[in-house]
Nanobody, 123 residues
Framework: QVQLVESGGGLVQAGGSLRLSCAASGRTFSSYHMGWFRQAPGKERECVAAISRSGRNTYYAESVKGRFTISRDNAKNTVYLQMNSLKPEGTAVYYC????????????????WGQGTQVTVSS
């Protein structure tokens, strides 16, 4: 089992940047594919980025491509989400999640979740 704790959320103006971190504890972090998801009020949770165990393979939702960067440091048991050029529609609770098998974009296929961190983008 792995425990996940997100940090780095906050209030930012449109066009600004934030860097989210997700610290993992428990079993070997490098055994897990990692994803960043977000859920806005009244909307379904969606995957914005995912990264393979080694970090060699990444995925981005079209809505964030070119603005967000996912990365991981297996030595520090941490995955990051650098968010640039933030837009008001990016206001949501952001979650990191882990799964041990195939890299996935489907929230139902992730086994472990953090508690989330709020990101609010003002216009």
């Amino acid at each position: 089992q792995v425990q996940l704790v997100e940090s780095g959320g906050g209030l930012v103006q449109a066009g600004g940047s934030l860097r989210l971190s997700c610290a993992a504890s428990g079993r070997t972090f490098s055994s897990y594919h990692m994803g960043w998801f977000r859920q806005a009020p009244g909307k379904e949770r969606e995957c914005v980025a995912a990264i393979s165990r080694s970090g060699r393979n990444t995925y981005y939702a079209e809505s964030v491509k070119g603005r967000f960067t996912i990365s991981r440091d297996n030595a520090k048991n941490t995955v990051y989400l650098q968010m640039n050029s933030l837009k008001p529609e990016g206001t949501a609770v952001y979650y990191c999640a882990a799964r041990p098998s195939l890299l996935s974009l489907d929230r139902f296929e992730y086994d472990y979740w953090g508690q989330g961190t709020q990101v609010t983008v003002s216009s």
